[in-house]
């Protein structure tokens, strides 16, 4: 008797995991919140590896969005073996790890919290090292995660930004639109038919793209890196402004192309990139709330493949839904290339970078 995927049970697990941590964290992020005088900063800095880095580019467009902070992802490496750290005046400084084990990680923080700047640890471990290094700190409270490959602790990671974000903004802080994310979760999941199919295309390949825009352009990137870890694929991320500049030379008639189509306001730039690679024979593979050409799943060009995203969030809270179904596609995308999803090729749950 088959035994379920653990990582496949961790995806299901995110509607409930996600709804257990705005309970458990809002009282903590308001805290913080209160903590935190707008004069002590005038920008943010992410310091992030891996999974936690593409949390890290979703952070670039809400804090700017939302809170009007430029935000840069840190260059580790300055601080761990140039020792150059650079002066950190005016930053707040963010952390981003599921374990909190990242010697690099807590290093920026270590160096942040020497320079007297304001420091926030976002961690599935608040007794890790990146917690203990860090002024104030966010769980994500999701439980264990025993997949090698991140899930529910990446949509924990972009709640939190959201959350930060939010309360950063306003008071009394209005966190009222995060109270939809576990339900949109828990329709995002009914995509996984359309995903087994999609990945059953895309197994016959070699080498694909991932493509977003705005708030989704994390999606991009996560995905292509789901695909990478569990399937072994060549699997690249692209904003489409810069497919548009290069990489687009690659598309020739059945090269598959992956599309995170969310919200309107990148709707017709989308939609004029479908046409391009169309007319190059490519494949569209699309992830998104709606088909660019409007029409419905059934009537798509018999090329394309459409995998559906709920929705029921605003466009910048809509990486926390799309990625679900991108993870399902990772998931069958292992098994259709014969690979054991629990168990990826070569990586470990931490990785200890310096």
């Not at 963010?94 to 700047?117: K, M, T, W, Y």
């Amino acid at each position: 008797m088959s035994t379920k995927s653990q990582l496949l049970s961790e995806i299901y697990e995110q509607p409930e995991a996600i709804r257990r941590m705005l309970e458990n964290e809002a009282e903590r992020v308001a805290w913080i919140s209160q903590q935190l005088s707008r004069n002590e900063f005038s920008y943010a800095l992410i310091a992030a590896r891996g999974t936690s880095d593409n949390a890290a580019r979703y952070g670039q467009y809400i804090f700017g969005a939302i809170n009007h902070l430029s935000v840069a992802l840190a260059a580790p490496s300055l601080f761990t073996r140039y020792h150059t750290p650079p002066r950190l005046e005016g930053a707040l400084v963010i952390g981003i790890s599921q374990s909190g084990q990242s010697p690099d990680i807590v290093s920026v923080l270590d160096e942040a919290r020497r320079q007297a700047a304001p420091t926030i640890a976002i961690t599935n471990d608040l007794e890790s090292p990146l917690a203990q290094a860090a002024e104030y700190k966010i769980g994500l409270g999701v439980g264990e995660e025993h997949s090698v490959a991140a899930t529910k602790t990446y949509t924990a990671q972009l709640t939190a930004l959201a959350m930060l974000a939010l309360s950063l903004v306003e008071s009394p802080i209005q966190l009222g639109p995060l109270q939809a994310v576990p339900e949109v979760l828990e329709q995002a999941l009914r995509a996984e038919p359309q995903a087994q199919v999609a990945a059953t295309s895309l197994a016959q390949v070699e080498h694909t793209v991932f493509i977003g825009r705005g708030y989704n352009y994390s999606t991009a990137h996560e995905i292509s890196l789901k695909c990478k870890e569990l399937a072994n694929m060549q699997a690249e991320p692209y904003s489409s402004a810069d497919f548009l500049h290069g990489p687009i030379a690659m598309v020739e008639p059945g090269f598959p192309v992956c599309l995170i189509s969310m919200g309107i306001t990148f709707r017709d730039e989308l939609s004029s990139l479908v046409k391009n690679v169309h007319q190059r024979g490519a494949q569209m593979i699309t992830i998104g709330d709606s088909t660019l050409d409007g029409h419905r799943e059934e009537k798509l060009d018999e090329r394309d493949l459409f995998i559906p995203v709920p929705s029921g969030l605003p466009e910048w809270l809509s990486p926390i839904a799309a990625i679900l179904p991108g993870q399902l596609l990772a998931y069958h995308l292992s098994k259709a290339r014969g690979f054991n999803p629990d168990q990826p090729r070569s990586i470990h749950k931490i990785t200890l970078t310096k």
